[in-house]
T-cell receptor, first 110, second 109 residues
């Protein structure tokens, strides 16, 4: 069964550093998403991406965040100047309605 | 008021029991999604609904668009069903997703 692959599974960074979270979506999918889940809280939508551009973003997705599809397979989330409150599990998903989720990247900002 | 609410928040059941988890929402939607989050954190899609009812194995999901309500039923529950079940709605803009707070289910042998 096709999978969405996320790397790394865990990322530890110092406050103020930049991190890039990577995702390999399912190859024939056209819609890509990033979500996050702060420990003990509900999953939150960050951004959706279609046709090589952002189609929708939440209030959380401010100038600190950016997404790219640098080649035909990868989909990345960049967080600039990380803050303590960016510590969360970040999920990538691909597909239309009924997306397939990756296993997540646990980001810890110290 | 949250746009997507779930009940109950927590649920403990004996193995074999019939379980119902409810989701209500207050916004216009194009579809509703039931997800299962395992204790390790991984998320699995269970159902995508825009009307009626869907069944997969021991899981049944229903939606009433007029009442803005969906239910997830688990028949003959098993300890491996223990997980957090999350309702998520796709708003009419299609891409925007709003997640419910989740229902934590524990099935005891």
């Amino acid at each position: 069964e096709p999978e969405v692959t996320q790397t790394p599974s865990h990322q530890v960074t110092q406050m103020g550093q930049e991190v890039i979270l990577r995702c390999v979506p399912i190859s024939n999918h056209l819609y890509f998403y990033w979500y996050r889940q702060i420990l003990g809280q509900k999953v939150e939508f960050l951004v959706s991406f279609y046709n090589n551009e952002i189609s929708e973003k939440s209030e959380i997705f401010d100038d600190q965040f950016s997404v790219e599809r640098p080649d035909g397979s990868n989909f990345t989330l960049k967080i600039r100047s990380t803050k303590l409150e960016d510590s969360a599990m970040y999920f990538c998903a691909s597909g239309g309605q009924g997306p397939t989720f990756g296993s997540g990247t646990q980001l810890s900002v110290l | 008021k949250n746009e997507v609410e779930q009940s109950p928040q927590n649920l403990t059941a004996q193995e074999g029991e019939f379980i119902t988890i409810n989701c209500s929402y207050s916004v216009g939607i194009s579809a509703l999604h039931w997800l299962q989050q395992h204790p390790g954190g991984g998320i699995v899609s269970l159902f995508m609904l825009s009307s009626g009812k869907k069944k997969h194995g021991r899981l049944i999901a229903t939606i009433n668009i007029q009442e803005k309500h969906s239910s997830l039923h688990i028949t003959a529950s098993h300890p491996r069903d223990s997980a957090v079940y999350i309702c998520a709605v796709f708003k009419t803009s299609y891409d925007k997703v709003i997640f419910g707070p989740g229902t934590s289910l524990s099935v005891i042998p």
